[in-house]
């Protein structure tokens, strides 16, 4: 093959790579701080495609299009304080033992209300953003503006994640809780507010995802469905908890999609993602990155 | 005035009775001990303490205020703080960081001096516990004594510090950092008039520590008084020994 569609190839497996990888760390985000399974992230996602939908062809216009982002990031932030609150956060009151099933099922109820909500109001239908910006070359790679875009806003939206969490205070409160939550409560600060920021930034990036993504899969009520299971599969491929584990298994996820398209069948594409899971989870149970958990 | 009141106070997990109208009062700069055999309730009571658990029944007192209700972190920053027998750090953060990220994340004020000012203080209590050759390692990289004084180290940051309960203390530890943190907690008691409540299983560390002890039992205080006192008291030893059935065994 020549070497030039090769890394044509390669380039195309890492954007589609990094454009995963925003969505597995809001899931790795939420699991990390709050140690629970968040299973609605993927309307959370829909929502903020919806929100950059109706911002685009009602308020800001095509040309503003990038004022969605932190705007649908925004909305779903204090959507998710308020869930937090008021639906999660009484499992973390006394000393419930399992804590685990009642996130799942609230988190679960959550996906099926906002799914058929979305559904009541937008209607079956599938939307479409206008694009972004035109299409472009990235090296020798012709790339579409729209997946330029969500590689540009990817990386920016990861670089303030890692300014926020490693360079300020209240950032490293939040890894504190994450590495010990019971340390970060004794030692004087409120896991409660804690738990809703972390929820809140967890959902919130979800939204970014989708409202920068809104061109590239278009908008409808379940859009979030295969972000979310791309998602857990990189979550789980990564280590759970671990966001450079999933930011790295984002990228091998995307590269794997599109050498086994190119090299096998693209009819195959998402089973190739399966496989590498089911020999992950054979070979390192705990992800490529997780910890390894002491037994006895 | 005590410091801290304990009227009543019960700990049920479902069906197991814990803690069973527990009755105990401490006055200010006093080092209490909390001994009894293993599974008596005494972790279960520091963690009802410390605002982890919330009470079946019965009261807790601090300065005559029923701090109850009160979740862990406004404990804390009423001056109670809590250690643990398995050190609750941040692992993947520096020693520095640990000593910080506590006050900084909670305080409004970020200015240059304030964080100066905490670095100094920061400092000065490492030195004090003999951990300022290694503030800046990962806390994943000291050693199990270390840890155990990286967490009274990181207790000592805490503004208006007056109740230290500390759960064994020196379980695990090897003697040098034992005599440094019997060290520490004598030196706060005295200089600082910091009240101590010690679980621990070390007779000879709580012998030295405590004027007082209260010794536990199924989930109950059966005795009170100084180390000599309760050591000879029946019902402890039967409740260490097993009594006439441990006799009659051997």
Same mark, same amino acid.
């Given at each position: 093959?020549?070497?030039?569609?090769?890394?044509?190839?390669?380039?195309?497996?890492?954007?589609?790579?990094?454009?995963?990888?925003?969505?597995?760390?809001?899931?790795?985000?939420?699991?990390?701080?709050?140690?629970?399974?968040?299973?609605?992230?993927?309307?959370?996602?829909?929502?903020?495609?919806?929100?950059?939908?109706?911002?685009?062809?009602?308020?800001?216009?095509?040309?503003?299009?990038?004022?969605?982002?932190?705007?649908?990031?925004?909305?779903?932030?204090?959507?998710?304080?308020?869930?937090?609150?008021?639906?999660?956060?009484?499992?973390?009151?006394?000393?419930?033992?399992?804590?685990?099933?009642?996130?799942? @099922?609230?988190?679960? !109820?959550?996906? +099926?209300?906002? =799914?058929? &909500?979305?559904? /009541?109001?937008? %209607?079956?239908?599938?939307?479409?953003?206008?694009?972004?910006?035109?299409?472009?070359?990235?090296?020798?790679?012709?790339?579409?503006?729209?997946?330029?875009?969500?590689?540009?806003?990817?990386?920016?939206?990861?670089?303030?994640?890692?300014?926020?969490?490693?360079?300020?205070?209240?950032?490293?409160?939040?890894?504190?809780?994450?590495?010990?939550? @019971?340390?970060?409560? !004794?030692?004087? +600060?409120?896991? =409660?507010? &804690?738990?809703? /920021?972390?929820? %809140?930034?967890?959902?919130?990036?979800?939204?970014?995802?989708?409202?920068?993504?809104?061109?590239?899969?278009?908008?409808?009520?379940?859009?979030?469905?295969?972000?979310?299971?791309?998602?857990?599969?990189?979550?789980?491929?990564?280590?759970?908890?671990?966001?450079?584990?999933?930011?790295?298994?984002?990228?091998?996820?995307?590269?794997?999609?599109?050498?086994?398209?190119?090299?096998?069948?693209?009819?195959? =594409?998402? &089973?190739?993602?399966?496989?590498?899971?089911?020999?992950?989870?054979?070979?390192?149970?705990?992800?490529?990155?997780?910890?390894?958990?002491?037994?006895? | 005035?005590?410091?801290?009141?304990?009227?009543?106070?019960?700990?049920?997990?479902?069906?197991?009775?814990?803690?069973?109208?527990?009755?105990?009062?401490?006055?200010?700069?006093?080092?209490?001990?909390?001994?009894?055999?293993?599974?008596?309730?005494?972790?279960?009571?520091?963690?009802?303490?410390?605002?982890?658990?919330?009470?079946?029944?019965?009261?807790?007192?601090?300065?005559?205020?029923?701090?109850?209700?009160?979740?862990?972190?406004?404990?804390?920053?009423?001056?109670?703080?809590?250690?643990?027998?398995?050190?609750?750090?941040?692992?993947?953060?520096?020693?520095?960081?640990?000593?910080?990220?506590?006050?900084?994340?909670?305080?409004?004020?970020?200015?240059?001096?304030?964080?100066?000012?905490?670095?100094?203080?920061?400092?000065?209590?490492?030195?004090?516990?003999?951990?300022?050759?290694?503030?800046?390692?990962?806390?994943?990289?000291?050693?199990?004594?270390?840890?155990?004084?990286?967490?009274?180290?990181?207790?000592?940051?805490?503004?208006?510090?007056?109740?230290?309960?500390?759960?064994?203390?020196?379980?695990?530890?090897?003697?040098?950092?034992?005599?440094?943190?019997?060290?520490?907690?004598?030196?706060?008691?005295?200089?600082?008039?910091?009240?101590?409540?010690?679980?621990?299983?070390?007779?000879?560390?709580?012998?030295?520590?405590?004027?007082?002890?209260?010794?536990?039992?199924?989930?109950?205080?059966?005795?009170?008084?100084?180390?000599?006192?309760?050591?000879?008291?029946?019902?402890?030893?039967?409740?260490?020994?097993?009594?006439?059935?441990?006799?009659?065994?051997?």
């Amino acid at each position: 093959m020549d070497l030039i569609i090769l890394t044509q190839y390669v380039l195309s497996g890492l954007v589609i790579g990094v454009i995963y990888a925003l969505m597995a760390v809001s899931i790795t985000f939420v699991h990390g701080m709050m140690k629970v399974v968040n299973w609605s992230m993927g309307e959370y996602y829909m929502m903020g495609g919806y929100i950059q939908y109706l911002l685009i062809t009602m308020l800001i216009g095509p040309s503003l299009w990038f004022l969605g982002i932190p705007i649908a990031f925004a909305i779903i932030f204090m959507l998710g304080v308020v869930i937090q609150r008021y639906m999660l956060h009484p499992m973390f009151v006394g000393e419930s033992e399992r804590m685990d099933e009642y996130a799942t @099922i609230v988190t679960i !109820t959550l996906m +099926i209300l906002f =799914r058929n &909500l979305a559904i /009541i109001i937008g %209607g079956p239908y599938q939307y479409s953003v206008p694009d972004y910006f035109p299409p472009t070359d990235l090296g020798p790679l012709p790339i579409s503006g729209n997946r330029f875009m969500a590689l540009i806003g990817t990386a920016l939206i990861l670089g303030i994640l890692y300014y926020v969490m490693k360079k300020t205070w209240p950032g490293r409160a939040l890894l504190g809780m994450s590495q010990n939550r @019971i340390g970060i409560q !004794t030692a004087g +600060i409120n896991v =409660r507010r &804690l738990d809703e /920021i972390a929820f %809140g930034i967890g959902v919130g990036l979800a939204a970014a995802a989708g409202a920068l993504l809104a061109p590239v899969f278009l908008v409808w009520a379940e859009s979030g469905s295969v972000p979310t299971m791309k998602g857990f599969e990189i979550v789980v491929i990564g280590g759970l908890g671990s966001i450079p584990g999933s930011i790295i298994a984002a990228l091998l996820l995307g590269l794997i999609e599109s050498l086994g398209s190119v090299f096998i069948s693209s009819e195959y =594409r998402d &089973l190739f993602g399966f496989v590498f899971l089911i020999l992950i989870l054979i070979f390192r149970p705990n992800g490529l990155f997780g910890d390894r958990e002491r037994l006895a | 005035m005590s410091i801290l009141q304990v009227n009543n106070l019960a700990k049920h997990f479902g069906g197991l009775v814990a803690v069973k109208d527990l009755t105990l009062s401490i006055k200010p700069g006093e080092i209490r001990g909390l001994i009894g055999p293993n599974g008596c309730g005494k972790t279960t009571t520091m963690n009802m303490l410390a605002g982890l658990y919330k009470p079946t029944r019965g009261d807790v007192r601090y300065h005559g205020k029923s701090i109850v209700k009160l979740p862990p972190h406004i404990r804390t920053a009423q001056g109670i703080m809590r250690t643990f027998q398995i050190p609750k750090l941040f692992s993947e953060m520096t020693v520095e960081e640990n000593m910080m990220v506590p006050a900084l994340a909670t305080s409004t004020e970020k200015t240059p001096e304030f964080i100066e000012a905490l670095e100094n203080k920061a400092t000065e209590k490492l030195t004090f516990c003999k951990l300022d050759h290694v503030s800046h390692l990962l806390a994943k990289q000291l050693s199990g004594g270390q840890r155990m004084l990286l967490q009274i180290a990181r207790g000592l940051m805490v503004e208006g510090l007056e109740l230290f309960l500390m759960d064994e203390p020196f379980a695990g530890i090897n003697q040098v950092i034992k005599e440094t943190i019997m060290d520490a907690i004598m030196e706060m008691n005295d200089n600082q008039g910091i009240t101590f409540l010690i679980v621990s299983h070390e007779m000879s560390s709580v012998r030295r520590l405590c004027q007082t002890v209260c010794v536990m039992h199924e989930g109950s205080l059966i005795a009170e008084g100084s180390m000599t006192e309760v050591a000879n008291d029946p019902l402890v030893i039967e409740a260490y020994l097993g009594g006439q059935n441990a006799a009659s065994d051997s």
